[in-house]
């Protein structure tokens, strides 16, 4: 299995229209965002205008959580749609999409047949719920988590990474059947990523 542990220095951030995005990380990684060469790219942003427009991004299907603040979606032809705090809004590129509220929020880009999920993921450092599990990996090309908030310790088999606040772990499963455990070195948010 090829595992990535991706620290900050390594991300890389530009403005668009409406404010910031940092690219977290690209697959595959000679592929480039103004291309639309990639297959999924994970990244962050800030939208720092009140009312904005997203850029259209032809053939990407996208998937958007809120991290902060207050945004509201409206996609053409569709009802406004105002997001919760970690809650998912998964849309087309190609829609002109109109964004209200100022925020900053998690994004999953995929392309080409490549399908994606966001999840939400909390784990104390205390009973009862110690560790979690993720069993079924192999049903994914790859597996992503982000840490929000807190760090965890990641255990693959026999191999152990501390994953702190702001770095990635991505994985390649590869069809290897090994079951992965997170413990919670502090309270810990972090967002994990399944790309099929």
Known sequence: MQILHILPTAYQTHSWSGGKTTELYIYPENSQYKNLDFLFRLSRATIEQEETYFTPLAGVKRS???LEGELTLTHEKQEPKALERFEVDDFVGDWHTRSVGKAQDFNLMCRQGVNGTLKKRILKNARPRRFWQE????D?????????EGEIEVMVGRESYVVCQDELLVFFPEHTAQSIRIKALAKSIWIASYIQ
């Open 140 to 148: 994914y090309k790859a597996v992503a988590y982000y840490v929000y």
């Open 64 to 66: 958007l959580m809120l």
């Open 135 to 138: 069993n079924a990996i192999t």
